[in-house]
Nanobody, 125 residues
Framework: QVLLVESGGGLVQAGDSLRLSCAAS????????MGWFRQGPGKEREFVTA????????DYADSVKGRFTISRDNAKITVYLQMNNLKPEDTAVYYC??????????????????WGQGTQVTVSS
């Protein structure tokens, strides 16, 4: 079992930046991929970004491309989401997710085996 713990959410103004962290613990995470999804008020959960743990290759949703950056720290088994130039439409609960066996990036939530509890990001205009 892999436990994912997110941190770093909060209330900011439009144009501000935030960095989210997701630390994995428990069963040794030997590969796979990790990503971020979000769910805004009254919306379905959507893909934000993901990174292959082995190659470091990343993928981004068009809505965040150029503003958000995902990165990983292999030693700490932690993935980060740097969010710049935040917009009110970025307001959502952000969830960290992990794929244990497959290193390919996938935009489908069903492809991920483990999920964090979520952290709230609120962007005021």
């Amino acid at each position: 079992q892999v436990l994912l713990v997110e941190s770093g959410g909060g209330l900011v103004q439009a144009g501000d930046s935030l960095r989210l962290s997701c630390a994995a613990s428990g069963r040794t995470f030997n590969g796979g991929a990790m990503g971020w999804f979000r769910q805004g008020p009254g919306k379905e959960r959507e893909f934000v970004t993901a990174i292959s743990w082995s190659s470091g290759r990343a993928d981004y949703a068009d809505s965040v491309k150029g503003r958000f950056t995902i990165s990983r720290d292999n030693a700490k088994i932690t993935v980060y989401l740097q969010m710049n130039n935040l917009k009110p439409e970025d307001t959502a609960v952000y969830y960290c997710a992990a794929r244990a066996l497959y290193s390919s990036i996938n935009r489908q939530a069903s492809a991920y085996d483990y999920w964090g509890q979520g952290t709230q990001v609120t962007v005021s205009s």
